[in-house]
């Protein structure tokens, strides 16, 4: 791929004297094989640098930064003429280490909160979830990810993946990606506060009034920290991967020796099992992969570096859940007492006494670390996902005051506060479990959108450039996504069963996110633009398609039949298809062999 900003060696540049345009500033060149005008150009556009600039996705729906030097003519361009798109790429900067280290600390960032999932379905069934649900599930969630982000790589993510798969009703499925994504991010944020007050509880007892008290605190820390600016995500993930991780190395290293294989494999009776709270559990200690399609352009080297992070992170997730378990089962088998931050009271009974006096001020502290560091990060990136939706100006009243920025620190404050007022009122009303609980009822909504999002571009789509692709067709690919399906709906319907609370707020906000979607696809009808890629590839099959017909010889008129349009030759889906034309009265088929365009 050519870089913005540079050509091709023998592409011509526009005179000198010709003005750049103020908003077209560049394009890349397409390939010239001979008299054979290739069909697979990337054109980039950038606007002018005057032009304020959103800082949310680098994609189509905003801008970064401008980076431009060249301007390309428009007769460059044969076989096309798009409509301008302004894109830019962020910079490139992401390894596979690195990548792995962000995608841990966003999807598993240790053991904690593992421990609920054994006090409702018991040892063996947890365990065997363990084992299997990442590689039937997790994996398959990394793979559609890592080709919808190479096929498509945005940083919007979900919101730009089912702006282009659903052709004329991207309208509806696109509002919902934003209303789901928006609602996933705010009670995702809101578990993080709940999650590190219940491993406080386990060595502190704290009054409930405190314990608001301290969920306020940190969401006030959280929306402070975001406010000025600070990323912890980028430079500090692999440390914060340590630091949360290594409390489970101490623990493993010296629970080892107490090791009781017996202590696993009890099973209590079906009427014994909460369903309810371990499906969203289990499922909420999984999810989150999809957030690689939100950084997809900063990888480098995407068909490396994304197969080998999702390898590592599946091969991840089943160790750093599975060997604290079985350690903590050996040492504590009253598997009914497990809940949100036990593993701080097991910590108390392993090792020798300095291990057991140290031990669970680390899993506190680790405990502690993750559930601020998931929360500044969360807030972070769900701050920017609603600022970028408000730079959309879809609702301008409704918009304009969540575009602006604080004039010092430069961050969206509007979208940051309101975020921290919706996770602290969620946090403060709901509990671990129901918050957990609506967060999945959403995600797999979600995944599902996902799911359908991948499949419609393979078929509308079917030679879309993939640097990574699932190497299945596609009735191998509806097989490998079935059980994510079907393990998303149980999920969604078994979620809402949690409590009265979790089940009102999650059917209400189910209904909210329906109606807007007919909103927008039936009353407010705003297009939004699509990825290059998409625009490219349409325009080049409109092209191809009017160069097909300008060369078919005209078919004598049948008195007999109507008047056949020449689209029925060689028909195209609705939202592909060029508009029908009607051939000129003085146009006359060329002779055989003469005047025909040789196509490629």
Not at 120 to 131: D, E, F, T
Not at 378 to 389: A, E, N, P
Not at 461 to 468: A, K
């Amino acid at each position: 791929m050519v870089k913005s900003g540079s050509l091709e060696p023998n592409a011509p540049l526009l005179p000198s004297s010709t003005p750049p345009s103020p908003t077209l500033v560049s394009f890349v060149a397409c390939n010239i094989n001979g008299d054979s005008p290739s069909l697979s150009p990337m054109i980039e556009r950038c606007i002018d640098a005057s032009q304020p600039l959103p800082l949310s996705f680098s994609d189509p729906l905003s801008i970064s930064s401008p980076s431009c030097e060249s301007l390309k003519s428009e007769e460059t361009f044969p076989l096309l003429n798009p409509k301008p798109t302004v894109v830019v790429k962020p910079s490139v900067c992401i390894g596979t280490a690195r990548l792995f280290a962000i995608l841990f600390i966003g999807c598993i960032g240790g053991a904690y909160g593992i421990e609920d999932a054994v006090g409702n379905v018991g040892p063996l069934i947890a365990i065997a979830s363990i084992v299997i649900l990442p590689w039937v599930l997790q994996y398959p969630m990394c793979m559609l990810t890592a080709e919808l982000s190479s096929s498509l790589p945005s940083n919007s993510g979900l919101i730009q993946w089912t702006n282009c798969a659903f052709g004329k009703y991207a309208r509806f499925f696109t509002s919902q990606s934003i209303v789901l994504s928006m609602v996933v991010s705010v009670t995702d944020n809101a578990v993080y506060p709940a999650l590190l007050v219940s491993y406080l509880v386990e060595i502190v007892k704290i009054e409930p009034v405190w314990q608001a008290a301290i969920k306020a605190a940190v969401v006030v820390f959280s929306v402070v920290l975001n406010i000025i600016g600070v990323d912890i995500v980028g430079g500090c993930a692999l440390l914060m991967t340590a630091v949360v991780v290594s409390p489970f190395i101490v623990m493993v290293a010296f629970g080892a020796p107490q090791i009781d294989p017996s202590t696993w494999i009890v099973v209590p009776t079906f009427h014994e099992m909460n369903w309810a709270v371990f499906l969203p559990l289990i499922f909420w200690n999984l999810n989150g992969v999809d957030g690689a399609g939100n950084i997809s352009e900063e990888v480098e080297n995407p068909k490396k570096a994304f197969p080998r992070a999702m390898i590592l992170l599946t091969l991840a997730t089943s160790l750093v859940y599975l060997a604290p378990v079985l350690v903590g089962l050996s040492v504590d088998s009253n598997w009914q007492a497990w809940s949100d931050g036990y593993f701080v009271t097991i910590a108390s009974h392993i090792g020798p006494d300095w291990v057991r006096a140290s031990l669970p001020w680390m899993m506190l502290v680790g405990g502690m670390i993750s559930s601020v560091g998931f929360l500044v990060t969360l807030l972070c990136t769900s701050s920017r996902l609603i600022h970028g939706v408000a730079q959309l100006n879809i609702v301008p009243a409704l918009c304009k005051p969540f575009t602006r920025l604080h004039r010092r620190f430069k961050t969206p404050d509007t979208c940051i506060l309101l975020n921290g007022a919706v996770i602290l009122i969620m946090a403060l009303f709901l509990d671990f479990d129901e918050l957990v609980a609506v967060d999945c009822v959403f995600y797999a909504l979600r995944l599902i959108i996902e799911i359908a999002s991948l499949l419609m571009l393979r078929y509308r789509y079917p030679d879309l450039p993939r640097p990574i692709k699932i190497g299945l067709g596609m009735k191998g690919l509806i097989a490998f996504c079935t059980f994510p399906l079907v393990f998303s709906a149980v999920t969604m319907v078994v979620g809402c069963t949690v409590s009265l609370k979790s089940g009102v707020l999650a059917v209400g906000l189910m209904i909210a996110s329906l109606l807007i979607g007919l909103l927008f696809q039936f009353v407010y009808k705003k297009e939004l633009p699509k990825l290059p890629e998409i625009e490219q590839h349409e325009a080049e099959i409109h092209k191809l398609r009017e160069v097909v017909i300008s060369v078919t010889p005209q078919q004598p008129a049948d008195a007999s039949k109507p008047e056949q349009q020449i689209e029925q030759q060689a028909p195209l889906s609705e939202d592909l298809a060029p508009p029908p034309t009607s051939p000129s009265p003085t146009q006359s088929p060329p002779p055989t062999g003469e005047g025909m365009v040789p196509l490629v």
